[in-house]
């Protein structure tokens, strides 16, 4: 029995209103959880897309590309006014939401509902060929029109791209337990059907329909990507033993490459990225490969796209891979730069899920259904007890090219445990040493304005890591250093999209580190320090007995981690784990 009623359009927004407002996450969740409680059952999986900026599940390969032109040319045409007024007002606003609500004065011409909302931007995003751009522009002037002056907001920064709440996935989970189920106490059961499905719309919906046993009942699906397993690090090759829970361990290549899950189904292969959106296009080789050399008729293969030299037997850069991320020539430069694929675990064969087996036994099925050749083959390792056996297997890839290694548990609980960073993956890599020589991948929220050489950019960013517990993003440095000129020049560029006007709600600053500009978490960023340092001034692992937190000392920028979401970068935990490390040394 479904007795919601259909959630108008006008409703979502002033909701959006309200999460733009509100000051604190429990503030967020406590909104987001009577929304969602009283959204109907075809409407709930949109209401959440909405609310992430987005009108499909991220995997989706759904793509508004709706560019600022048209954004522009769709509020001119609702507004009666020229471009050249839309230009002028976005440059005064800094928004093409607030020039939308600032131009068109005419009344409301209908009532929206979310459903209205939803399929007007599906056949937005579903207009291809010439001609697109202008039925896009069309389609979107004639909701603006429709819908009342504070909806017009929402409706363009939907359309646009630029929702920027400051909602993630793990935000809408727990208003979904709150909101369904009176309590935190089943979250774990929502996050782990989040974990195998990536699609948060598919969790509330079946939330919503079936109850907690029917979420509990998602299962593995082929075209649905499984959110990436991550690594661990340690101080020490000696902790390896220690922390891994197996006597015995295997120890794996690490690649320097992309994170690639390989679905196929027949003949017809999907890859996600490790950010889950759709790569199938970038990497035609790796498709051939996985169609000819996995012998399974369906199965879902985790593992890493490397640009191997096969005329040197040598790895190459994983800049050089990066090479391949475009649109066009995709064909010409995959010829010039093929990639290999190396696959480290086997997540799901012929109909059946491999996520609870353990490591060992999904190996050995993975060697059973692929068939290795020059072009794709299980990751190389060795199996060993003791800490010089790891540490003969490093030197050996180092001396190879490779990145590392990462070590495995294989106890009889080492099961796949999708999104998670647990200590049964243990990374070391070649620039460990003492200290703090690993780089941290941290998120951008806010910035402060250029002076002399660096107008008109930034003259710093401000860094924080992400509280996975609280699910907030706590500062750990200022980082002005490292960049080129013209990294330099191409940041307000890339913090644009961004920008918002005041302290995002997951955003953790102290009065100190306040600055000139806020970001929304979006950006991630690669960063070089020297040591981790206790810090009145900055919030990661914020003790507020001794008010102090831990900060990054001499962060230098490495490059920007653009396949990583914000709730991917270094965790607080992390950094503690480093700074604990430090003192130990
Ligand atoms: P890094 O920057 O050290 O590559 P990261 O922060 O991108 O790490 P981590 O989870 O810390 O991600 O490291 C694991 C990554 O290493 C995986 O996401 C995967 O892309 C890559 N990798 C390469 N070889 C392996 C392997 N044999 N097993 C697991 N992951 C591997």
Redesign the pocket.
């Known amino acids: 029995m479904n007795r919601r009623i259909t959630v108008k359009f006008a409703t979502l927004a002033s909701c959006f209103g309200r999460l733009e407002s509100t000051p604190s996450r429990n503030g967020m969740i406590a909104l987001l959880a009577r929304l969602l409680a009283g959204a109907a059952l075809d409407e709930i999986g949109i209401v959440c897309y909405f609310v992430l900026g987005e009108i499909a599940p991220g995997y989706s390969a759904v793509n508004l590309g709706v560019g600022d032109r048209t954004v522009a040319a769709a509020i001119a045409l609702a507004a009666g006014t020229d471009l050249s007024d839309v230009e002028a007002a976005v440059r005064e606003t800094g928004d093409y939401g607030d020039t939308a609500a600032r131009l068109i004065e005419a009344p409301a011409t209908g009532y929206l509902s979310v459903l209205d909302v939803y399929r007007g931007l599906s056949r937005i995003a579903h207009a291809s060929g010439p001609g697109s751009a202008e039925e896009k522009k069309a389609i979107l002037a004639r909701l603006l029109t429709a819908a009342p002056p504070p909806e017009r907001r929402y409706l363009v920064r939907l359309a646009a791209g630029e929702m920027r709440l400051g909602v993630g996935e793990m935000t809408i989970l727990d208003a979904l337990a709150e909101g369904f189920l009176g309590s935190k106490a089943e979250r774990p059961a929502l996050e782990h059907a989040y974990n195998i499905s990536s699609d948060i719309g598919l969790v509330a919906r079946t939330l919503l329909e079936v109850g907690l046993p029917g979420v509990r009942a998602i299962t593995v699906t082929l075209h649905r990507p499984i959110r ?1 397993m ?2 661990q ?1 340690v101080g020490r090759i000696s902790e390896i033993f220690e922390r891994i829970g197996s006597p015995v361990i295997a120890v ?8 690639v899950q390989a679905h196929k189904d027949g003949d017809d292969v999907t890859l996600f990225s ?1 950010r889950l959106t759709d790569v199938t296009a970038q990497y035609p080789d790796i498709v051939r490969h996985v169609r000819r050399c996995v012998v399974a008729d369906t199965a879902i293969l985790d593992g ?1 796209a490397v640009a191997f030299d096969h005329a040197a037997g040598t790895y190459l850069p994983f800049q050089t891979l990066m090479r391949r991320r475009r649109k066009h020539r995709v064909s010409e430069v995959a010829g010039e730069i093929p990639a290999t694929y ?1 696959a ?1 675990d086997l997540l799901y064969a012929n109909g059946e899920s491999y996520l609870h087996q353990s490591y060992p036994d999904r190996r050995a099925r993975l060697e059973e259904v692929l068939r290795r050749d020059d072009h794709i083959s299980p ?1 190389d390792r060795i199996v060993t007890g003791d800490t010089d056996g790891i540490t003969e297997f490093y030197l050996a890839c180092i001396e190879r090219g490779l ?1 590392g290694i ?1 070590c ?1 548990s294989c106890a009889d609980d080492s099961f796949y445990r999708a999104g998670a ?1 647990e200590w049964q ?1 243990i ?1 070391w ?1 070649r620039d460990y040493a003492p200290g703090i020589s ?2 941290l ?1 941290l998120v951008i929220v806010g910035g402060n304005a250029g002076r002399g050489r660096r107008a008109g950019t930034y003259g710093s960013v401000l860094c924080a890591a992400y509280n996975h517990e609280e699910d907030l993003f706590q500062t750990v440095c200022g980082m002005g250093t490292g960049f080129s000129d013209r990294d330099l020049a191409d940041l307000p560029g890339r913090l644009a999209g961004a920008r918002v006007d005041r302290e995002p709600a997951r955003v953790m600053v102290n009065p100190p580190a306040v600055p000139d500009f806020w970001f929304a978490p979006h950006q991630v960023v ?1 960063v070089l320090g020297l040591e981790i340092t206790e810090s009145p001034v900055h919030t990661c692992n914020w003790d507020p007995a001794r008010r102090r937190g831990l900060a990054l000392r001499f962060p230098r920028f490495v490059r920007w981690r653009d396949e ?1 979401s914000p709730e991917q970068a270094t965790t607080t935990a992390e950094v503690a784990a480093i700074f604990g490390r430090q003192r130990e040394v």
């Open positions: 990436p991550l690594t690090r794996e290549e690490k690649y320097d490459g992309e994170r490790r890493e190396r480290f990751a990145e990462v495995k960073r993956w990374k890599k690993d780089t991948d690669e990583k």
